[in-house]
Every structure is written in structure tokens, then in C-alpha cells.
């Protein structure tokens, strides 16, 4: 079923309250010397906080600089990003990062964990540079691992947890600065099909808890558990649409 469009976007609007993430006529081109390359072509979307949306394409459509680009970590050729009610796509480079520190949570695909480090302090690590005392990081990060199921796992170092408890050490540092959006890059895609349902269904159960999830993924098995999905294709939007 197809969402019901979205309310019309000015420049020089304010997104209302209740819109997280709000793209206009978003662009990024990339200058590769002889050509031009037009990753995005002017995409408009609009989020509202505790939705759960899966973003989705075949490779070449734009998922992943969107994704970039939502996530702060590269900036539009043309158009707006207002996360949270700021402009962010007019930010310098300092300003980004600590949007991203502050407002993002991030799940990649590869885990990206310290591998000599404990769950706990690997889940510490956004706090370190959110400037937090070592009794605050402590108590952040315990609850982070227990809301994901981890609270017995908090001295283990990577390489003495399964994938699938990786992935979750992982989610945890993602929550742990209680961040407006968990973004979440094909986070299931080194995981067997068995264990990528249940960090699934932990994506759900954080859903329902509340949280703004938006995820980034190629299979449309794993875009089902989303409520949500946007699909892109050579630049642009090709549909949005209702999963459930």
C-alpha cells in the first residue's frame, strides 16, 4: 500500500515538531574528472519521530549516499537536511561531528567494535567524547547492554561473543547517547538468517519502545520488519510505501 504523500516543503519552512528527518530536493554529485556522477537528483522525504523505515535499492540507486548524507557524514551539492528541527546541511565540519556524537546512533554491517576492548567499554565510547564522567559512562553504558540483552556479557571482549552478540554490543553503543535516529547500514549482512532475525527483532522491540530507526538494506526480507519503505532508483525516489 502506498504512504499517503507528504505534506508540501518550502524553502525557508520550518519541518513541524513531530518530523525527525526532513530532506528538499536533496542532491550530491560527485566530480570523478571527465563526467559528473548524480548519486541524488532531488529527493524529498519526510520522517516522523518513531517511525520505522527501510530504505532500499539495487546498487547505483543512491541508499547509501543518502544514508551519508543523513548520517552527517558528507554534505549535499543542492537542496536541505533539517534533522530534528536544524537546517544541519549548511554545518561545518565541527558542527557535524558533534551532531553525529549527539544525535545519531549508528549500526554498521562490519560491527566496527574495539577488539581489545569489553562490550562495556566499547558501549562507553560515544560518552568518552560527549565528556561524561567515568561513573556516568559506567552506569550509560550497563543499561544500554541490558536494554539489548547483554547485561552478562559486559566484560567480554569481540572475539569471546558470537555475531550476533557482536551486533548487539554494537546497538548498544548506538543507544547509549539516547540519539533522535538509530541509522542502521545492512546490519544483518555478515550474520547467518537465524541470528539476523533476531537482531531483527530487537530493531522492532526498540521501535516499539520508541525509537526512530531508519535502515538501509537490499533484502526484502529484512525490509518487511520495517513499517516503511522507500525505494530508490538512479538518483531519485521510485515509491514509498506502507509494509504494514
Known amino acids: 500500500m502506498t504512504a499517503a504523500p507528504?505534506?508540501?516543503?518550502?524553502?525557508?519552512?520550518?519541518?513541524?515538531?513531530?518530523?525527525?528527518?526532513?530532506?528538499?530536493?536533496?542532491?550530491?554529485?560527485?566530480?570523478?574528472?571527465?563526467?559528473?556522477?548524480?548519486?541524488?537528483?532531488?529527493?524529498?522525504?519526510?520522517?516522523?519521530?518513531?517511525?520505522?523505515v527501510a530504505i532500499m535499492g539495487p546498487s547505483g540507486s543512491g541508499k547509501s549516499t543518502l544514508m551519508n548524507l543523513i548520517g552527517c557524514l558528507d554534505t549535499p551539492t543542492g537542496g536541505e537536511y533539517w534533522l530534528n528541527g536544524q537546517k544541519v546541511s549548511e554545518l561545518g565540519d565541527d558542527d557535524l561531528a558533534h551532531i553525529r556524537n549527539k544525535e545519531i546512533g549508528f549500526v554498521?554491517?562490519?560491527?566496527?567494535?574495539?577488539?581489545?576492548?569489553?562490550?562495556?567499554?566499547?558501549?562507553?565510547?560515544?560518552?568518552?567524547?560527549?565528556g561524561l564522567t567515568a561513573r556516568q559512562r559506567r552506569e550509560?553504558?550497563?543499561?544500554?547492554?541490558?536494554?539489548?540483552?547483554?547485561?552478562?556479557?559486559?566484560?567480554?571482549?569481540?572475539n569471546e561473543l558470537s555475531g550476533g552478540q557482536r551486533q548487539r554490543v554494537a546497538i548498544a553503543r548506538?543507544?547509549?547517547?539516547?540519539?533522535?535516529?538509530?541509522?542502521?547500514?545492512?546490519?544483518?549482512?555478515?550474520?547467518?538468517?537465524?541470528?539476523?532475525?533476531?537482531?531483527?527483532?530487537?530493531?522492532?522491540?526498540?521501535?516499539?519502545?520508541?525509537?526512530?530507526?531508519?535502515l538501509v538494506t537490499?533484502?526484502?526480507?529484512?525490509?518487511?520488519?520495517?513499517?516503511?519503505a522507500i525505494h530508490l532508483l538512479d538518483g531519485r525516489i521510485e515509491r514509498d510505501e506502507r509494509t504494514r
Open 6 to 52: 507528504a505534506m508540501q516543503f518550502r524553502t525557508g519552512d520550518t519541518p513541524l515538531p513531530d518530523i525527525v528527518i526532513l530532506t528538499y530536493k536533496l542532491a550530491r554529485n560527485y566530480d570523478m574528472g571527465s563526467e559528473v556522477v548524480h548519486a541524488l537528483r532531488g529527493v524529498d522525504i519526510q520522517i516522523r519521530r518513531n517511525e520505522f
Open 108 to 130: 554498521f554491517q562490519t560491527f566496527n567494535l574495539l577488539p581489545r576492548a569489553t562490550a562495556l567499554h566499547n558501549v562507553e565510547l560515544p560518552l568518552i567524547y560527549a
Open 140 to 158: 550509560q553504558a550497563e543499561v544500554a547492554l541490558d536494554r539489548v540483552g547483554l547485561s552478562d556479557r559486559m566484560t567480554h571482549k569481540p
Open 174 to 214: 548506538a543507544l547509549v547517547n539516547h540519539p533522535s535516529i538509530l541509522l542502521a547500514d545492512e546490519p544483518t549482512g555478515n550474520l547467518d538468517s537465524a541470528t539476523g532475525n533476531d537482531i531483527m527483532r530487537l530493531f522492532e522491540e526498540l521501535h516499539l519502545a520508541g525509537q526512530t530507526i531508519l
Open 218 to 228: 537490499h533484502e526484502h526480507d529484512i525490509a518487511v520488519h520495517a513499517r516503511r
